[in-house]
């Protein structure tokens, strides 16, 4: 199965791109994953990414109290709209099962909304709202799209 190019786009990117641009949802999302990073293989952190962790740092060096600030924290609370897209193909591209829990039945995988939620920084929900929002802008295009070719 052919994956779609922007499920193929790194979150790291994606993430540092929206923190730059104020999403403090991102931002913290971003600073988790770099934490995880730094625990288990440092190496996996892009150099852009350090590079703007080593100016946020000497940033605070320089102002500590605005820590937040430097580190993004302080941006807007809602994650980029944007992001939808991106949410929206991963979660449709995504071999897992279309529930909210963190297991299935057998508790062997997430489910995707679940998946989406934790990879994105949003809510499950939000997730299953962005995937509905945009799958009926799909399925409202395939009608259209047969309507043409029967006419």
């Known amino acids: 199965m052919s994956k779609s190019f922007l499920t193929k786009l790194d979150t790291w990117e994606v993430l540092l791109s929206e923190a730059k641009d104020g999403h403090k949802s991102s931002a ?7 934490s ?3 625990n288990t293989d440092p190496s ?5 990414v350090n590079q703007w ?20 924290l302080t941006g807007k609370k809602k994650h980029p709209k944007e ?46 709202t962005i995937y509905r929002h945009y799958k009926a802008g799909d399925d409202v295009m395939a009608e259209i799209h047969r309507n043409e070719k029967e006419s």
Not at 120 to 127: Q, V, Y
């Open 44 to 48: 996996l952190i892009p150099n852009d």
């Open 28 to 34: 913290e999302q971003l600073l988790k994953k770099i």
């Open 36 to 38: 995880t990073a730094l």
């Open 83 to 128: 992001s939808d897209e991106f949410i929206y193909e991963f979660i449709r591209n995504s071999a897992l099962g279309s529930h909210k829990l963190p297991s299935n039945i057998d508790g062997n995988s997430a489910g995707v909304f679940f998946s989406a939620a934790t990879k994105f920084g949003i809510s499950a929900s939000k997730a299953e």
């Open 53 to 72: 962790l080593a100016l946020a740092i000497r940033n605070i060096l320089n102002e500590p109290k605005g820590a937040r600030k430097h580190l993004g």
